[in-house]
């Protein structure tokens, strides 16, 4: 009886040490993908980034973890290159320029070890209102109530911006760092009186918002995008079409900016490789995700990037012609 019981506590240690050692393994394979708040586009693709990786990259287990913004993207990316640990991000290349450089918000903590993987969409910046809104242009926001994205996103800061571009600043009008649905939401139940979505076209948050109420996107002045894209090399002019959405009447001009996928310097130029020529490769499955992800192209892979490409991503991007 005595052997017995022996040999099944010897047997029930082997199973636990195997499963802490199963356990381990799993978590040391898990990576993280980063990406803004539920609600934009940029979400949307990065859920659709991780599907394509984790569907062809078995032996790779990247996991979807959604932020309050940029700013929240690269702490917790350079969090991670601090631990030696993987991670991708997925952001507009506003706050990538900025904390690379340590400019503007992250003066005094920049990320020098960021590292780009290529484009993914050209993101516009929509400021929409109700209909009947008073607010015509950026400078009829004094006073207001506005949502202006999660705090330190790229929404916010390029929202922000804009607005001392039109003269007013945060002291003129009350801010409110509310992420996509809570901008819809305030909207809706009038306790905002505008707000800020970012996104490829069609924008998910800002289409729900117009199939519901009556607004309008309030156009960029023409000077301001003029300085905006000659003084910032990751900034561009676009325009909404008339009818792309419902109670869209007239062609609006907007300011735009490029998203792109991001690692850090630390990490293996395989992996990095790995992920990109998956990308790449299965483009049919990861363009079925949403309209935008078809922004994503060989002839656009480092379009308005102004940081330095991983090596991985850059050896990849010059093998099927994306860059010299």
Not at 54 to 76: D, W
Not at 205 to 224: F, G, M
Not at 252 to 261: D, E, H, S
């Amino acid at each position: 009886m005595k052997l017995l019981r022996f040999i099944v506590l010897i047997l029930s240690l082997c199973m636990m040490l195997s499963l802490a050692s199963t356990t381990a393994v799993t978590a040391a394979e898990l990576v993280p993908f980063y990406t803004p708040a539920v609600g934009g586009t940029g979400y949307i693709l990065g859920a659709g980034v991780v599907t394509v990786t984790n569907k062809y990259l078995p032996e790779l287990k990247m996991i979807h973890e959604s932020t309050t913004g940029s700013m929240e993207i690269v702490r917790r990316m350079m969090q991670r290159e601090t631990q030696k640990k993987d991670c991708f991000g997925l952001f507009g290349t506003v706050d990538a320029w900025n904390a690379m450089n340590g400019k503007n918000e992250y003066a005094g903590k920049p990320f020098p070890g960021l590292r780009a993987l290529t484009y993914v969409l050209g993101t516009d910046v929509y400021f929409a209102v109700p209909a009947k809104s008073s607010i015509k242009s950026y400078a009829d926001v004094k006073g207001k109530r506005i949502g202006i994205g999660g705090p330190g996103s790229t929404t916010a800061n390029t929202a922000l911006y804009l607005l001392e571009e039109a003269g007013v600043f945060k002291k003129d009008f009350k801010p409110y760092y509310y992420v996509f649905r809570e901008i819809v939401e305030g909207i809706q139940n009038d306790s905002l009186d505008g707000g800020f979505f970012v996104g490829g076209f069609p924008i998910a948050a800002y289409s729900e918002l117009a199939t519901q109420q009556n607004v309008r996107i309030v156009p960029v002045d023409e000077k301001v995008l003029k300085k905006a894209t000659a003084e910032h090399p990751y900034y561009y002019r676009t325009v909404v079409k008339a009818k792309s959405y419902k109670g869209l009447e007239q062609d609006t001009p907007v300011l735009g900016f490029t998203t792109a996928i991001y690692a850090h310097a630390a990490m293996s130029d395989d992996l990095v490789y790995k992920v990109i020529k998956n990308l790449f490769e299965h483009k049919a499955d990861y363009y079925a995700i949403h309209a935008s992800a078809k922004d994503m192209t060989v002839e656009d892979a480092t379009k308005g990037i102004p940081i330095p490409f991983h090596p991985g991503a850059a050896k990849y991007l010059k093998e099927i012609g994306a860059m010299k």
